[in-house]
C-alpha cells in the first residue's frame, strides 16, 4: 500500500510538471491531483524536494537493474541515458526550477553505485584498501556526472548513443588500469 501511494505522488509530480515549473507545484497540487491527503504524503516525504529526490532514485534504479558489471556497464550508461530522455521534462524542469545541486546529487548517487560494482568486481582477489576503490569509483564518477550534465544543459539534443560509446573507448582498460596501479602501492 505505502509503495502504491508513492508511486501515485510520483505520477501526479510528473503529470503536474507537464503544466508548470517545479517551483510553482505545491504539496496541495499534488495531493489533491491524486486523491490523497497532506497527511498521507507527510507520511511518506519530508517536502517535494525529497518526493523529487525519491522519483529521480526510482527511476535510476529501474534503468540500472541488472546492467551493473563489467560487461553489462556500457548498456547501463545507455539505460540512465535512456531514463533520462522518457523523464524529458521532469528532469528539465528540476535542472531548470531547483537547483543543478539536486540533480548532481542524484547522478552521483546512481554512477557511484553502478561504477563501484564494476570496481569491486574487478578487485576480486586482489589486495586493495577500501579508500583505493572509493577513489577510483568517485573519478570515473565525476566524469561521467560531468558529461552528462553538460548534455542536459544543451538540451539532450545529442545522440546519447554517441556519447556513451566515446565513453566506452575512454574507459576501455582504464579502470582495470587504475586498480593495477593501486595495487602497486
Not at 489533491?32 to 504524503?41: L, N, P, Q, T, V
Not at 507527510?42 to 532514485?57: G, M, R, S
Not at 528539465?92 to 564494476?118: F, G, P, R
Request: aromatic share 12%; charged share 30%.
Amino acid at each position: 500500500m505505502a509503495n502504491m501511494t508513492k508511486k501515485a505522488l510520483e505520477n501526479s509530480l510528473k503529470k503536474l510538471l507537464k503544466e508548470k515549473p517545479f517551483d510553482k507545484i505545491t504539496i496541495a497540487d499534488i495531493t489533491e491531483d491524486c486523491g490523497i491527503s497532506r497527511m498521507a504524503f507527510y507520511y511518506h516525504f519530508q517536502d517535494i524536494y525529497d518526493l523529487a529526490e525519491w522519483v529521480c532514485i526510482e527511476d535510476g534504479k529501474q534503468a540500472l537493474k541488472d546492467k551493473k558489471t563489467y560487461d553489462t556497464w556500457q548498456e547501463g550508461m545507455s539505460q540512465v541515458f535512456e531514463a533520462v530522455i522518457e523523464n524529458k521534462p521532469f528532469i528539465m524542469n528540476i535542472y531548470h526550477s531547483v537547483s543543478k545541486e539536486k540533480i548532481e546529487n542524484y547522478l552521483y548517487k546512481l554512477s557511484y553505485q553502478l561504477i563501484a560494482d564494476v570496481v569491486e568486481e574487478k578487485c576480486v582477489g586482489d589486495n586493495i584498501p577500501e579508500e583505493g576503490k572509493q577513489f577510483i569509483a568517485d573519478f570515473y564518477k565525476y566524469g561521467f556526472v560531468g558529461i552528462m550534465l553538460n548534455w542536459i544543459d544543451r538540451g539532450m539534443k545529442e545522440d546519447y548513443q554517441r556519447i556513451v560509446e566515446q565513453l566506452s573507448k575512454t574507459l576501455r582498460g582504464n579502470i582495470a588500469n587504475s586498480i593495477r596501479n593501486f595495487e602497486e602501492q
